[in-house]
C-alpha cells in the first residue's frame, strides 16, 4: 500500500468510527450523505483475514489435525516440544475465549467448539479449577483448606479456599472410584502431580497439614 492510499484508508476508518459514535463527536449528516455517494462504500465494509487471524487459525487447524492423528488433544506433557505449544495455545484459549464479549472472541469461541478434540465444556471448567488451584499454591506456599464456608462472618477468600479444598477432594474421590473402563484422565493426574504438596491421599494431606502446624505453633 503506496502512502496516499494509507492515508486514505487511515482517514476512511476515522469516518467509519465517527459514524458509529465512537468519537466524541458525531459524523455530520452533510458528510454521510456524501461518502455514500462514493462508489462501493461502505458502512461496515468485510475484511480480509489478518496475519495474526492467519496463524490463530493455523494454530486451532493444527489441533484439529492432532486430535485426527492422536485421538486426543495436546498434552502438555508431551515429549513433542511441538505438541507442547500447541497445548499451552489451547490453555490459552481455554481460559481467555469464554470470557470475551466482542464479536471475534465469540466466533473463534464457537470456532474452537466446534473443531473436533476441542476440550468439552467440563473440560475447560477443570482447566480453569486447576489454575486456580495453581495460583492458591504460588500465593500461599499450601494446599487450600476447608473452612466453615457457611458462616456468616466467613470471608470470599475462605469461602474460595473451601471451594477449592472440596474440589480436591472430588478429584482424590473421582480416582479413588475410577475404573478399568472409565478411568481417571492422565492429563488431569499429571496436571495434579505438579502442584506443590499435592497427594492423592487424604492421610497424607492431613499430617502434613498437622507438621506445618505445630512448626508453626513452636515458631
Known amino acids: 500500500m503506496d502512502p496516499l492510499e494509507a492515508r ?3 482517514w476512511a476508518h476515522e469516518q467509519r ?3 458509529r459514535g465512537q468519537r466524541s463527536q458525531s459524523l455530520r449528516p452533510d458528510r454521510k450523505v456524501a461518502l ?3 462508489e462501493g462504500w461502505e458502512w461496515n465494509p468485510r475484511r480480509g483475514p489478518s496475519p495474526r487471524s492467519d496463524h490463530w487459525e493455523n494454530q486451532r487447524a493444527a489441533v484439529e489435525r492432532h486430535f485426527a492423528e492422536h485421538g486426543r488433544y495436546p498434552r502438555l506433557t508431551a515429549d513433542d516440544p511441538h505438541e507442547r505449544r500447541l497445548a499451552g495455545w489451547v490453555k490459552n484459549q481455554v ?11 465469540r466466533s473463534r469461541y464457537d470456532a474452537v467448539l466446534a473443531t473436533p478434540g476441542w476440550p468439552s465444556r467440563r473440560e475447560q471448567t477443570w482447566l480453569q479449577m486447576i489454575q486456580l488451584l495453581e495460583q492458591f499454591v504460588d ?3 499450601r494446599l487450600p483448606r476447608r473452612t466453615p464456608a457457611r458462616t456468616a462472618d466467613v470471608s470470599d ?6 471451594m477449592l479444598s472440596m474440589w480436591c477432594a472430588n ?3 473421582f ?4 475404573t478399568a473402563d472409565k478411568p481417571y484422565p492422565e492429563e488431569r493426574r499429571a496436571r495434579l502431580d505438579r502442584v506443590a504438596g499435592w497427594s492423592w491421599s487424604k492421610r497424607v494431606v492431613r499430617v502434613r497439614r498437622v507438621k506445618r502446624s505445630v512448626i508453626s505453633y513452636a515458631a
Open 36 to 38: 455514500e455517494t462514493v
Open 157 to 162: 477468600d475462605d469461602r474460595h479456599e473451601h
Open 139 to 141: 500465593t500461599h506456599g
Open 175 to 178: 480416582e479413588r472410584i475410577a
Open 95 to 105: 481460559e481467555r475465549l469464554p470470557s470475551r464479549d466482542d464479536e471475534l472472541g
Open 17 to 19: 468510527r465517527l459514524y
Open 8 to 10: 486514505l484508508s487511515e
Open 171 to 173: 478429584q482424590r474421590r
